[in-house]
């Protein structure tokens, strides 16, 4: 679980940085973290894990209705494919679940990864997190 939470707050940190505040930046990613929280947060959904050389590269999720939480690559494995495979293997076990549809609520760093990936905007959401407000967009796919 450390591995995972390190690789969050470091995606965050260094990727999404580009698209949002500092202040937005340590609201959705405190240097003061939480393990319990995220003990919580990655039992409630299968969480699958992308390695290269024994080291995690990426980390996904997928909820019971088709919900992708978090969908995070490393930043030293950006543009390599971990993401896509990622994508891949939530299509599969989405397949074996035979659910209808996908949906996500996409930081601005990630929509254009879902677009690519066949998912549409419908609503573009303003949401608070710690006091800062995070633009972001729920978007959907149909299988």
Not at 35 to 48: D, G
Request: proline share 3%; glycine share 6%; charged share 25%.
């Amino acid at each position: 679980m450390t591995a995972v939470v390190e690789l969050f707050n470091g995606s965050v940190r260094e990727v999404a940085s580009r698209d949002y505040s500092p202040a937005q930046i340590e609201a959705w990613a405190p240097v003061a973290v939480n393990l319990v929280q995220w003990s919580e947060r990655l039992e409630r959904k299968p969480t699958f894990i992308a390695e290269h050389m024994n080291r995690i590269a990426g980390f996904s999720d997928l909820g019971q209705t088709g919900h992708i939480d978090m969908l995070f690559v490393h930043c030293q494995h950006q543009g390599r494919g971990v993401a896509k495979s990622l994508m891949d293997h939530i299509l599969l076990k989405s397949r074996e679940q035979k659910l209808s549809s996908l949906c996500t609520d996409a930081s601005i760093t990630a929509k254009p990864f879902f677009e690519r990936s066949g998912f549409e905007v419908v609503q573009e959401q303003d949401v608070e997190l710690r006091g800062q407000i995070f633009r972001n967009y729920r978007m959907i796919r149909f299988l």
